[in-house]
C-alpha cells in the first residue's frame, strides 16, 4: 500500500510544483497520473522514491515512512520501487546487458558494482527479464545501436531486475510513436497483471488512460483534482483537468 498524504513541494525560485496531495494506491493498482505539462507529475513520482525531495507532507511505502529515511534503510526501500523515465537514462555507450544489470545495483556491495562483477544468477536474471520484454538477442548490442521502443524495453527490464514491488513510469511513451507507445504500455500492464506489481504511469493521451489502467488521478498545478476511474472522465472533468483550451483525444 502506497500512502500519500498531504504532499506538498515547493523549489528554491517559488514554483509550487505539488500542492497538499493525498491519496492512496492498493497493491496491485495500475494508476495512471495525468494532467497538462508542468501539472506536477514528474515532480509526483520523483518525490515518492526520493529523486526529489517533498518540502512537506509524508510518503508512506507499506510499512516504511519513505519520506523520512536516508542511507542504507532508504537504500532498501529504494529496491522495491523500479522507475521508467521518458528519456531511457541509459548508458549508451554500455551494452544492453549492462544497463539491465545497474538494476541490481542496490543489491551487490560497493566494490563489485563499481568493477561490474555480478553473480552468475543475476546475468541469467537480466537475459530474463529481456526474454520477457522480447529483446534477448540485442543482450550484446550497445545501448545507442537500438530504437526508442528497444530502448525504453531496456528500461523496464532494468527495473524488473529489482524485483520491484511497485513501477514508477515517468511518461514513458511520449516520445515514442503511437504503435510503440502500445507496445510498451501492454508490456507494463502484463508485468502488472502477471506480477501483482503496481504501477504509477504518468500520461498524456486519453486513449491510453483509459486503455491501460484501472484508476486516474489528475493534477492541475500541482494539486489534486480527480481520483477515479478513467471511464468517469467526462467533458467536464476533461476540462478541469486539461482547461478549456484543450481538445480532447480519445
Request: aromatic share 6%; net charge negative.
Amino acid at each position: 500500500m502506497l500512502k500519500v498524504q498531504n504532499l506538498t513541494k515547493v523549489y528554491e525560485d517559488g514554483t509550487v510544483a505539488l500542492k497538499d496531495v493525498s491519496f492512496e494506491v492498493p497493491d496491485g493498482q495500475f494508476v495512471a497520473v495525468i494532467g497538462l505539462s508542468g501539472s506536477g507529475k514528474s515532480t509526483l513520482l520523483r518525490c515518492i522514491n526520493r529523486l526529489i525531495e517533498p518540502t512537506s507532507g509524508e510518503i508512506w511505502w507499506n510499512d516504511t515512512h519513505i519520506s523520512h529515511i536516508s542511507g542504507e534503510e532508504l537504500r532498501r526501500a529504494r529496491r522495491q520501487i523500479g522507475m521508467i523515465f521518458q528519456h531511457f537514462n541509459l548508458v549508451d555507450r554500455s551494452s544492453v546487458l549492462t544497463n539491465v544489470l545497474s538494476g541490481r545495483l542496490g543489491y551487490i556491495n560497493s566494490m563489485s558494482s563499481i568493477l561490474g562483477r555480478f553473480p552468475e544468477e543475476d546475468v541469467q536474471r537480466a537475459y530474463t527479464s529481456l526474454a520477457r520484454v522480447g529483446i534477448r538477442d540485442k543482450a550484446n548490442n550497445l545501448a545507442d545501436e537500438l530504437s526508442g521502443g528497444q530502448r525504453q524495453r531496456v528500461g523496464i527490464a532494468r527495473a524488473l531486475m529489482q524485483e520491484p514491488q511497485m513501477i514508477l513510469a515517468d511518461e514513458p511513451v511520449a516520445s515514442l510513436d503511437p504503435a510503440l507507445a502500445h507496445s510498451i504500455m501492454r508490456h507494463l500492464l502484463q508485468i502488472n497483471q502477471e506480477d501483482n506489481i503496481t504501477v504509477l504511469c504518468s500520461l498524456h493521451f486519453l486513449d491510453l488512460v483509459q486503455q491501460y489502467s484501472t484508476r486516474a488521478i489528475a493534477l492541475n498545478e500541482g494539486q489534486l483534482v480527480f481520483d477515479g476511474t478513467p471511464q468517469e472522465i467526462d467533458d467536464d472533468k476533461f476540462v478541469e483537468i486539461y482547461g478549456r483550451e484543450a481538445e480532447r483525444i480519445g
